[in-house]
């Protein structure tokens, strides 16, 4: 069956624009939490809930995120930080993450890449400095079955094998006088000494030297302690403490401790002991005293961190090759050590490259950490994307239509109409009597005619400035009766009061900026017109929307080779034409034609018996949910314009384009942070704790996790202590095996806000009913009570 897109166009164009719910139940549920691209929510889990309630939140909160299009800046605590820009430099779509920082030093990260001296046993100290080397890894827009199986996202897409970054560390000696060059003595003898690398204290317990050159040995110097003979020394590492004391030193090089009741194997300077939970004790100093009276001592560290540098070899932690460790979100990555100066045990550089080990992605909500050293991580907060001007290509019946927003107002009209057997093109415009007439040369002529009621669109393009009118010819009259003044009127086809009043040949008026239209002649037989359009910047086959967004009109020439995105050969019929979109470039200037433009091509198809079509771009497209009839694309440009394809399958009877234009400039937050560095946008939505509600009281709220570990939920469900088991069913009716949705006003906000609680009855079935929410056929009306699995009949 056919549909009228000419009659429900304005229904259309409000139900499929980006971040809209009119229509759909797949975006539905996104409303209040998402309202025109901008997030108003904070899920809260239980501080001590499962971590399956955990990992369903922030999967909950990637595909709310991927729907928020506006946000604010981001701010970041906790840490040091650098975003990964400089001033005016944002990071655009298609960037990579050494666009603006090839490295990092102590400028960008002043406390994990300090610069430091190292002060070895004979007290001698040598200088050094920190770096990170950037890599080329790209940002794009992507869905992976891995990741994000239904809801693609603009990310870093990263494979096994990428590299992410190379640390060096460089010993800086001072050159000899006159310039010479600095001879190897110049360099350290790393011994067992504590060393700053990535903002921690590492004890160097051992270098040797191995067939693949120097070999290093790193402990964990956060928990170091000296006890000395008959006396005892607790410390923590972590949350669990150890009571140490010497059970017996051998002498200046050998002792043996006793920690929590049981006693180690002798332990040499240097060298580290494993405990059997797994931690590590090292002896640092051995102050021993022979005689009688004297007391010695043990300088110790404990921890769980030994790290095992080999020149050209994976790095091991506690023994184990890194590569074989997961994160948190599941990445593995590989780290390899490099050390210069190796066939000598002095070193000037080490070098510690890291690459992935499997398949991992960076998205708001995500982030990469660098294993081991656990002091540097990767993270992006947001895609902070302005506002988006909308215009659509569509089926207008027996016509392309294009509806755009101009200088007067939207415009709506044909761009090219098919012959009456509907197997290709045959003009411009509506129809034969509906006629589009434009003109590609400088200085532009247009034959117009009454009957054929043709209409132009002047635009005017200056640097960063521009503006476009669209006119009608209305008539041509002998004022005079003696067929010579044949005065002719062009009104705006937006504007009625806007009009040209040509009254002779050569008689001229100013359309919009700096355009003046001239009558060339004109017939008030048969009401037709010529007339020019002059200045330096007037354009007559160009549109430049309201933002800036320009395209390219099509225009008739039978005796030129067709182009994709200019000339059509009308006399040939042809099947297809493609439309150029170019955007403004980074300072804000105007396509006019150029070959520099950001650009992309829309298709549309007049050989379709159903009618006229735009069945694709020039772009890399992507559904945008799972079995979506949309698809999803973006410019890899600093604007990063969005282009929302319908097509629907099994069908060919209504496919549209929908182009979204920030008009302004689109940019990731990327950081490079210290491990401890939390960030987040104004206007994301966030995973919270239940003790962090205060933070989001204001906000539009989703609970996940029951009262029995969720003390949010204890409130939505009106209890102010949790409430667990047989008396949760009892309070909320869901028994074992359910899961509960429910929606009330929010009993923290003073405003009109909602809380969704979506819990199991245990952990299971919360990540259940975290799924079902997903699927967007929920109502987030107030009074919304769903008890699932329903019993059956």
């Not at 006793?258 to 332990?267: C, E, K, L, M, R």
């Not at 297809?576 to 950001?598: I, P, Q, V």
């Amino acid at each position: 069956m056919k549909i009228n897109l000419k009659k429900v166009a304005s229904v259309l164009a409000s139900a499929v624009m980006f971040g809209s719910t009119l229509g759909f139940a797949a975006a539905a549920w996104a409303d209040p939490f998402v309202k025109n691209g901008v997030g108003d929510a904070a899920i809260v889990v239980g501080a001590g809930a499962a971590t399956t309630d955990l990992v369903a939140a922030t999967d909950l909160g990637t595909s709310l995120n991927a729907k928020v299009t506006v946000t604010g800046e981001t701010t970041v605590s906790g840490g040091d930080s650098v975003k990964l820009e400089r001033g005016s430099n944002k990071f655009n779509y298609g960037d990579a993450l050494n666009a603006a920082y090839t490295s990092l030093d102590h400028e960008e990260l002043s406390t994990v890449l300090a610069d430091g001296t190292y002060l070895n046993d004979d007290n001698t100290e040598y200088d050094y400095e920190q770096k990170v080397t950037l890599s080329a890894e790209t940002i794009s827009f992507f869905q992976d079955s891995k990741f994000n199986d239904k809801t693609p996202v603009i990310g870093f897409n990263m494979d096994k094998g990428d590299l992410i970054l190379n640390y060096t560390l460089t010993f800086t000696p001072d050159e000899a006088d006159g310039g010479a060059a600095v001879s190897s003595d110049e360099y350290p003898k790393l011994d067992n000494t504590d060393i700053t690398m990535l903002g921690k204290e590492f004890f160097i317990s051992d270098v040797e030297y191995t067939t693949n050159g120097i070999q290093m040995t790193l402990l964990d110097s956060a928990n170091k302690a000296t006890v000395s003979e008959g006396e005892s020394t607790t410390v923590m590492v972590g949350d669990k403490s150890y009571v140490v004391s010497i059970d017996f030193v051998e002498d200046s090089n050998t002792a043996k401790l006793t920690i929590n009741g049981v006693t180690t194997n002798s332990i040499d300077e240097g060298q580290t002991y494993k405990l059997t939970d797994g931690t590590y004790v090292g002896i640092k100093d051995v102050s021993y005293s022979a005689k009688d009276s004297g007391i010695s001592k043990v300088e110790f560290t404990l921890g769980i961190g030994k790290i095992v540098l080999e020149n050209t070899q994976e790095v091991k932690l506690n023994d184990e090759a890194i590569s074989v460790l997961k994160d948190a979100n599941g990445y593995k990555s590989e780290i390899k050590a490099y050390f210069t100066n190796s066939t000598a045990t002095d070193i000037s550089t080490i070098v510690l490259q890291w690459k992935l080990d499997s398949d991992a992605w960076v998205a708001p909500g995500y982030e990469l950490l660098m294993p081991g050293f656990n002091a540097i991580k990767l993270s992006m907060t947001s895609w902070v994307a302005p506002g988006a001007e909308e215009t659509t290509l569509d089926d207008g019946g027996d016509y392309v239509r294009l509806v755009t927003p101009i200088e007067d107002g939207t415009l709506d009209m044909g761009i090219l109409y098919t012959n009456s057997s509907k197997t290709g093109f045959a003009g411009l415009g509506e129809d034969a009597t509906t006629k589009l007439v434009t003109n590609a040369t400088a200085s532009p002529s247009f034959a117009l005619n009454v009957s054929e009621d043709s209409y132009i669109v002047l635009t005017w393009i200056s640097g960063d400035e521009a503006e476009s009118y669209a006119y009608g010819i209305t008539s041509v009259t002998d004022t005079d009766n003696d067929g010579v003044k044949n005065a002719t009127i062009l009104t705006n086809l937006l504007d009625s009061t806007d009009t040209l009043n040509l009254d002779y040949a050569g008689d001229t008026d100013t359309a919009g900026n700096d355009m003046t239209v001239t009558l060339v002649k004109s017939n008030a037989d048969d009401e037709t017109a010529s007339i020019k359009v002059t200045g330096t910047t007037a354009y007559g086959a160009l549109i430049a929307t309201k933002e800036g967004l320009v395209m390219t009109l099509p225009v008739i020439d039978n005796l030129v080779t067709q182009t994709a995105d200019t000339y059509i050969n009308a006399s040939a019929q042809p099947t297809t034409w493609a439309m150029n979109f170019s955007e403004e470039d980074k300072d804000g200037n105007l396509y006019t034609g150029s070959a520099t433009d950001e650009g992309f091509l829309v298709t549309v198809d007049g050989s379709d018996a159903d009618g006229t079509q735009a069945t694709g771009t020039s772009l890399t497209e992507i559904d945008e949910e799972d079995d979506s009839d949309y698809e999803i694309a973006y410019v890899a440009s600093d604007i990063a314009t969005k282009v929302r394809l319908y097509n629907p399958s099994g069908t060919s009877s209504l496919d549209s384009v929908q182009i979204f234009y920030p008009g302004a400039e689109s940019y990731a937050e990327v950081y490079v942070a210290e491990t401890s560095a939390t960030s987040g946008a104004a206007g994301s939505i966030k995973v919270i704790k239940d003790s962090e509600i205060d933070s989001a009281k204001d906000k539009n709220l989703i609970v996940v996790g029951g009262s029995c570990i969720n003390t949010v939920a204890a409130t939505v469900l009106g209890k102010s202590a949790p409430v667990c088991g047989e008396d949760f069913t009892a309070l909320t009716g869901v028994a074992a095996g359910k899961y509960l949705i429910e929606v009330v006003a929010s009993p923290y906000a003073t405003a009109d806000k909602i809380a969704m609680l979506v819990a199991g009855y245990d952990a299971a079935e919360t990540t259940l009913a975290v799924a079902k929410v997903k699927e967007g056929e929920v109502s987030t009306a107030v009074g919304t009570k769903l008890i699932l699995p329903q019993a059956a009949a």
